[in-house]
Nanobody
Framework: QVQLVESGGGLVQAGGSLRLSCAAS????????MGWYRQAPGKQRELVAT???????NYASSVKGRFTISRDNAKNMMYLQMNSLKPEDTAVYYC??????????????WGQGTQVTVSS
């Protein structure tokens, strides 16, 4: 069974930094694109950043220049380095992966989310 587990969230002051991690485990044959999404209270889930298996990246304009997405293909890990955090970055951050499960084939998977709170 494939699982995505996020870690690294927490409470930080504005201007601070956090590093989120996403660990993919289970019957994984391969992982294609991965991404971070976030959902603030009362708002829709939105894209933060994506990264392909070849490490091409894409960022939301609101985080460009402050956040950096990366991955370690050998370890099935993905990271999000968040610098210069702002109160508006407060949200639950979700890990997403487009991957091939050995048993089920290709599918879209989500983690359970990790809370990031930025105080002003």
């Amino acid at each position: 069974q494939v699982q995505l587990v996020e870690s690294g969230g927490g409470l930080v002051q504005a201007g601070g930094s956090l590093r989120l991690s996403c660990a993919a485990s289970g019957s994984i044959f391969s992982i294609n694109a991965m991404g971070w999404y976030r959902q603030a209270p009362g708002k829709q889930r939105e894209l933060v950043a994506t990264i392909t298996s070849g490490r091409s990246t894409n960022y939301a304009s609101s985080v460009k220049g402050r956040f950096t997405i990366s991955r370690d293909n050998a370890k099935n890990m993905m990271y999000l380095q968040m610098n210069s955090l702002k109160p508006e970055d407060t949200a639950v951050y979700y890990c997403n992966a487009d991957l091939v499960d050995l048993r089920k084939g290709r599918g879209d998977y989500w983690g359970q989310g990790t809370q990031v709170t930025v105080s002003s």
